[in-house]
């Protein structure tokens, strides 16, 4: 039994060999990284005016007071609440490959929660006032206030999608069993949760009777099936790629295994779209006009027009790609399928949904809203601040996890210095 | 290999370090007393009197370094048993957009880059009045009245169950005593949720710092209602809450050329406001959404 | 007996009568003075020395005063007194000073006069609660020859958002 000045140490030593590893890559990590840091450097540049003279730099007014920014939160909650799709089959199914990319999932899944907490900050007025939203010490709105729910139960999952992998990790890192006792509660909990988190920021558009196309009862349910099925699709495109870029092994099988739960969301999130339309279009009271502006223009005004039509469009695209087991478990189409339903859903879930609860506002005034390119860059700064973020995990993560990095190994290296130091 | 990790482990640190104190410079310099202050201001209900008077006279102070102008900064209380609402006669509204600015003058507005109004008046076409998408915000003809049309001016409705008050995370809206929906401006971060929420467009956002032209201010202020405000945070009509908690019209009634404005206790029965109620047609905009405002309409004519 | 029976009911109809009399003279409102042209008040100091013509006709003086207010119906001296121009007349025959025009124009617009004295139609100024409370008289607002508002031009419109711009 190791003592308390020991496992510091030996914690300590763990984190510095990180680094190693975090510092240490081939010709493509580097330039990888670089570029990153340079999106990241720009968005922080653009943010600086914003900090500055106010969010009168970005495009949202009166009439529009969320715009991209939120937008973009609202996709990326969904995609880390997907996370938990992974953790359904490894331990509810117990479908062996994959248990061991479930780590690597939730990996993911914190990315994600901090691009999206990220998003949140720089859509707020006064950031420096952000302790007035901590618990206990700020004065919160609890329970009746979602965006106070929703700091409350976001942070939680990222401490979940955090403490689950890490623990595993230097488990696997030392040898050694993980306590299932403590980590099976967490991970099964893990999957309320993410049920939560997107139910919760659903709500947070549902509860107000001022914007009639977000108070609807469909909208939870919409945003849980567009979740399921866009989160797993950038999982799976970014599992190949890790498995090209290094010695993870990841079976086909696993990717399309998910597939198939994403081809029941699929059908969910277009059935979901179809009763919403019928319900407008068919009452057709005052309140279809967010959605005629969306879908047909509203006296003139029809600017999200063509972004709908090509994001429905290939919503229904991919759905038929996953439907059919011939184009699903085919990794060409399959990728195709991927990428057209992570774009169609961006554009449904985050501008398709949050800038028509706008237009028409509570006094009938149309105001256009289109990101300038200051909150463009802001936008592109803060999604490459998440994947960073999951490189240098990755980095750490795929060595431990494929046995490649452990203490095993380095126990390995140091012990001829350890026996030179002792016999010296 | 570990000589080169070890060179570029320490120039990162470096930097990294460089680059946090460069960053905080702005904190420790003589500023940063003020900032230091404004980070931990308590929630306006949760302070003592003492507190209180302290945060007034801080701010009288920083008010006349900043603008050159002596504010006094009251705090006055909700007056027990009052209840405010307000009349408003659409059928001798002509659009004449007078209250609007003389709300921007009483209320120390943001006149011009950027504007920043609380009341907007809308134009409709006789006939249909309740489908607000037919309104018209930019009419700007030579003479109101238009014959075709009929104006109705909104603002924040103070409703009695109110949507932005439900919302808000931080608690930095919340309804008065006297039925008023006010706003604590060192506690708001700006998160524009409660915007999201109201009905009536009655909140409006400080997209940039305010600017009024100096000699225009309005000096005697109140902490919750027209004192200078600062660039992001949300503000909305009080009923000029520093006037009516005196006895005082508030601003837009006082300026209304044809008497189409009306104020009072709603719980003093000799009240104008109650002579209104029980005597005209009134009505309340968008009364299924169960806000219960206390802004009622009526028409005569 | 039935003298004394006789003589109560007589001073209760007379009490009666002089409570409706005093009703309307009871009716005071602080309003502040009417706003007449320059030099027009008083009206004797010209017509005191002239003849009294009740003939309805086009005048050839007070060239600048339009009538537009029941025009067709009235004229003149329907409301300014005959004899003495310094007082308005009622119907009933009594004189009331300018300065308590409303009790004439009470006589047509009751429903207004009613709403006016409740303090609800009108310019509201001033305290309504621990101040002094304002009256106006209808002629503040109201042209009597020519009572209906007059269109005037309005503020400018809001900026539309697109055009909201900082000053940096």
């Given at each position: ?46 943010y600086l005016?914003q900090l500055q003279i106010g969010l ?61 907490l990220l998003?949140v900050t720089v859509d707020l007025g006064r950031v420096d006032r952000f302790w007035h939203m901590i618990p206990l010490i700020g004065k919160m709105n609890f329970?009746?206030s979602?965006l106070a729910?929703?700091v409350v139960?976001?942070n ?269 | ?19 946090f104190f460069g960053l905080s410079f702005p904190f420790l310099s003589s500023c940063g007393k003020e900032m230091v202050e404004d980070f931990l201001q308590k929630h306006f209900l949760e302070m003592t009197h003492e507190e209180k008077e302290l945060i007034i006279s801080r701010l009288e102070e920083r008010y006349f370094k900043k603008y050159?102008?002596?504010f006094t900064v009251s705090i006055?209380e ?87 008050v439900?919302?808000c995370p931080v608690h930095a809206t919340w309804?008065e ?5 006010v706003v604590d401006y060192n506690w708001c971060i700006g998160c524009r949720y409660c ?10 956002f400080n997209?940039?710092e305010p ?10 202020v109140h902490y919750l209602g027209n004192r200078p405000r600062m660039r992001n945070v949300v503000e ?66 | ?168």
């Amino acid at each position: 039994m190791h003592s308390f000045k020991e496992t510091v140490k030996e914690t300590w030593r763990f984190y510095r060999k990180t680094l190693s590893l975090v510092f240490t890559g081939s010709k493509e990590y580097y330039l990888w990284c670089i570029l990153l840091l340079c999106i990241m450097g720009i968005g922080f540049l653009c943010y600086l005016p914003q900090l500055q003279i106010g969010l009168i730099t970005t495009n949202m007014r009166d009439q529009v007071v969320w715009g991209l920014y939120i937008s973009n939160f609202t996709y990326l909650v969904g995609v880390a609440a997907a996370a938990v799709l992974l953790v359904v089959p490894a331990y509810i199914y117990q479908f062996g490959p994959i248990k061991e990319i479930v780590v690597l999932g939730e990996l993911f899944a914190a990315s994600s929660i901090i691009m999206a907490l990220l998003f949140v900050t720089v859509d707020l007025g006064r950031v420096d006032r952000f302790w007035h939203m901590i618990p206990l010490i700020g004065k919160m709105n609890f329970p009746s206030s979602l965006l106070a729910w929703d700091v409350v139960v976001l942070n939680i999952y990222l401490l979940l999608n955090l403490i689950i992998p890490i623990y595993l990790l230097v488990k696997t890192y030392y040898g050694k069993e993980p306590n299932k006792k403590f980590i099976v509660p967490l991970i099964l909990f893990s999957i309320p949760m993410a049920v939560t988190i997107h139910t919760v920021t659903a709500f947070i558009y549902n509860g107000l009777p001022a914007r009639p196309f977000w108070n609807a009862s469909i909208l939870a349910p919409r945003f849980l099936a567009s979740a399921f099925c866009s989160g797993p699709a950038i999982i799976i495109i970014v599992f190949q790629i890790l498995r090209e870029y290094t010695f993870i092994k990841i079976e086909d099988r696993a990717l399309f295994k998910i597939a198939e739960l994403m081809a029941y969301a699929m059908f969910l999130n277009l059935f979901f779209l179809i009763s919403e339309m019928f319900k407008e279009y068919y009452s057709n009271t005052i309140h279809i006009a967010s959605l005629k502006y969306l879908y047909e223009g509203l006296h003139g005004h029809n600017l999200l027009v063509p972004w709908i039509w090509v994001g429905t469009i290939m919503n229904l695209i991919a759905f038929i790609l996953f439907l059919f087991p011939v184009t699903r478990q085919r990794l060409s189409t399959l990728n195709i399928g991927c990428i057209l339903i992570i774009a169609g859903v961006w554009i449904e879930k985050g501008p398709g949904l949050i800038i028509p609860g706008f237009i028409p506002d509570p006094l009938g005034e149309i105001y256009e809203y289109i990101p300038n390119f200051r909150e463009l860059f802001i936008s592109f700064g803060i999604w490459a601040t998440g994947f960073l973020i999951f490189t240098l995990l990755m980095k750490v993560a795929i060595p431990i996890a494929s046995g490649e990095f452990s203490h095993i190994q380095y126990e390995r290296e140091i012990s001829p210095l350890k026996m030179k130091s002792e016999s010296n | 290999m570990q000589g080169r990790n070890f060179t570029r482990r320490e120039f990162i640190r470096n930097f990294s370090m460089a680059t946090f104190f460069g960053l905080s410079f702005p904190f420790l310099s003589s500023c940063g007393k003020e900032m230091v202050e404004d980070f931990l201001q308590k929630h306006f209900l949760e302070m003592t009197h003492e507190e209180k008077e302290l945060i007034i006279s801080r701010l009288e102070e920083r008010y006349f370094k900043k603008y050159g102008k002596k504010f006094t900064v009251s705090i006055q209380e909700a007056i027990p048993n009052t209840l405010w609402g307000y009349g408003l006669d659409l059928s001798r509204c002509i659009g004449c957009r007078r209250c609007v600015y003389a709300c921007i003058e009483e209320n120390n507005c943001s006149r011009q880059e950027p504007q920043s109004q609380w009341i907007r008046v809308i134009r409709l076409r006789k006939g249909s009045l309740i489908n607000l998408e037919d309104s018209e915000h930019y009419y700007n003809p030579d003479y109101v009245p238009e014959k075709e049309f009929i104006y109705i001016p909104v603002q924040c409705q103070q409703c009695e169950n109110p949507p932005c008050v439900k919302v808000c995370p931080v608690h930095a809206t919340w309804k008065e005593p006297d039925g008023l929906v006010v706003v604590d401006y060192n506690w708001c971060i700006g998160c524009r949720y409660c915007m999201a929420a109201c009905p009536y467009r009655g909140r409006v956002f400080n997209w940039a710092e305010p600017n009024v032209p100096k000699d225009k201010w309005n000096l005697s202020v109140h902490y919750l209602g027209n004192r200078p405000r600062m660039r992001n945070v949300v503000e909305k009509c009080t009923f000029c809450i520093q006037r009516i908690r005196k006895g005082r019209y508030p601003a837009c009634v006082e300026v209304c050329p044809t008497g189409s404005r009306k104020f009072g206790n709603l719980l003093d029965p000799q009240s104008e406001i109650r002579y209104v109620i029980q005597n005209k047609r009134t009505f309340r905009l968008k009364e299924d959404l169960n806000t219960e405002p206390k802004f009622y309409y009526f028409f005569e004519a | 007996m039935r003298k004394i029976f006789y003589y109560f009911i007589f001073l209760a109809i007379l009490g009666n009568l002089s409570l409706v009399f005093s009703k309307e003279i009871q009716d005071e409102f602080p309003v502040p003075p009417p706003p007449f042209s320059e030099g027009i008040y008083p009206c004797s100091q010209c017509h005191a020395s002239m003849e009294i013509n009740r003939k309805r006709r086009i005048l050839n003086e007070h060239t600048n005063i339009k009538l537009q207010h029941a025009e067709t119906m009235r004229w003149c001296l329907d409301c300014h007194n005959p004899e003495n121009r310094d007082k308005l007349r009622l119907y009933s025959g009594e004189l009331i000073d300018f300065g308590r025009s409303y009790l004439l124009c009470g006589e047509c617009h009751g429903n207004i006069y009613r709403d006016w004295k409740a303090g609800i139609h009108g310019k509201r100024q001033g305290y309504f609660s621990g101040g002094k409370r304002t009256y106006l008289l209808c002629v503040h607002c109201h042209n009597a020859h020519s009572p209906q508002i007059k269109p005037i031009k309005p503020e400018p419109p809001p900026l539309k958002p697109k055009e909201i711009r900082n000053a940096r």
